[in-house]
């Protein structure tokens, strides 16, 4: 190893003088191999954004195991089956609490302008905590009351004042409390904003509405209170939810789907990385960068080989063979890849910041991705140095002068 390190100090970094010698080149190259760099990341961030506001809510629900119809897609897009099932779950042994969940996507009207919205409703018993989210548990006393939510504080939209009305209305114990409810109309329907809580908008959803079933039924008069989109089970302390898990496929019909909550989350994100042709979309935008980098690579080094081919050349002559030519051209390749990286890892982290601002998405710099496009950018690179040596190897001395 010490020998190694010693050959490589005393070893003439060729390639990182061809590069520097015509900065001009250099600097287009560097901004090409960013470019590239920042589409990639801005195509997996949204990728990633894409997966984890569509799952935050199947995280969220404070269940075991979770049954669900065999005709559901995804947690927006939910079928019902029949609320006899949750009855039917409670006689299998091991199984502690079966409580129905009800979803709906919706349009209301924005608290302050009163424009039209996309939004997900969110039904439950607000006498258990389904949810593990803290803030929706102390309040569900609140929603107890018809016609009252709680309201997702990170919804999509600007609500800045509305939410400093509810905040307000928190803190505030006297009588002018009920003067200062914030109010709105869904379905024709007035129903009152008496919480609020955090989760994030979604591809799906602009923003949640948490409601106690009742209310929701309200909302929805065309639902049966018998048809529920999802049932909740807990199981007892000492039991094995994937045990119970397969004593429920047995004991229940084929109208509905036993999953374990692992197996829901994972259901969701398939949906989103397998049949939704949005996850499609971001992969295909994520592998044109990676060509357009590959291009935009051999472009540079394929006009330096050419522009030192009689340097080359006089190598080869006098004796050097062609793995070490080519390991110049990788050299540069690698150096290209390490410098061009860190303006194409610097700028998305603003981009992130902007687009989150403007679409509340949990758009955010990971290391795994910044360690993925790294890798991506030393094989761009790495296929580009590969392709320009093609004509590097079948150079003869002799045709050179």
């Not at 927006?76 to 409580?99: I, K, M, W």
């Not at 908008?201 to 209170?225: E, K, N, V, Y």
């Not at 890849?337 to 910041?353: K, R, T």
């Not at 998405?361 to 320009?388: W, Y």
Request: with cysteine.
């Amino acid at each position: 190893m010490i020998g190694l390190i010693k050959q490589l100090q005393r070893r003439t970094p060729l390639g990182w003088l061809q590069l520097s010698h015509e900065k001009s080149r250099l600097l287009v190259a560097l901004s090409g191999i960013a470019f590239a760099d920042v589409l990639m990341f801005m195509q997996l961030g949204f990728q990633s954004a894409l997966y984890d506001s569509n799952t935050k809510l199947s995280r969220s629900l404070n269940a075991d195991i979770v049954l669900v119809s065999p005709q559901a897609r995804n947690t927006q897009n939910l079928s019902t089956f029949s609320r006899r099932r949750l009855f039917q779950a409670r006689d299998v042994v091991g199984v502690e609490s079966a409580e129905a969940f009800y979803s709906n996507i919706i349009t209301w009207k924005h608290p302050d302008t009163r424009k039209e919205a996309s939004i997900q409703v969110l039904g439950l018993n607000p006498d258990e905590p389904i949810l593990n989210l803290p803030e929706v548990n102390q309040q569900l006393d609140k929603i107890q009351l018809p016609d009252q939510v709680l309201f997702d504080r990170n919804s999509r939209g600007d609500y800045q004042q509305a939410i400093a009305q509810i905040e307000q209305n928190q803190t505030e114990q006297n009588q002018t409390e009920q003067l200062q409810t914030v109010t709105t109309e869904v379905e024709r329907r007035t129903i009152a904003i008496a919480g609020l809580f955090s989760l994030g908008a979604s591809f799906g959803a602009d923003g949640i509405l948490i409601a106690s079933d009742q209310t929701f039924l309200r909302l929805f008069p065309r639902r049966d209170a018998g048809s529920v989109n999802l049932g909740l089970i807990r199981v007892e302390p000492n039991a094995n939810p994937e045990q119970v898990a397969t004593a429920l496929k047995t004991h229940l019909p084929d109208d509905v789907r036993v999953l374990t909550h692992a197996e829901y989350i994972e259901f969701e994100e398939s949906y989103w990385k397998k049949e939704s042709p949005i996850g499609f979309i971001f992969g295909l935008g994520t592998g044109m960068a990676f060509v357009v980098g590959v291009v935009i690579v051999y472009q540079v080094l394929s006009t330096d080989v050419n522009a030192h081919m009689k340097e080359y050349a006089t190598f080869k002559a006098m004796g050097y063979r062609n793995q070490y030519l080519l390991a110049v051209v990788f050299e540069e390749a690698l150096i290209l890849a390490c410098l061009g990286f860190i303006p194409g890892m610097v700028l998305p982290l603003g981009l992130y910041q902007l687009a989150a601002n403007a679409t509340a998405l949990p758009i955010v710099m990971k290391l795994s991705r910044a360690l993925t496009v790294l890798l991506l950018t030393v094989a761009m690179c790495s296929i580009s140095g590969a392709i320009a040596t093609r004509k590097l190897q079948s150079a003869d001395p002799a045709d050179m002068f």
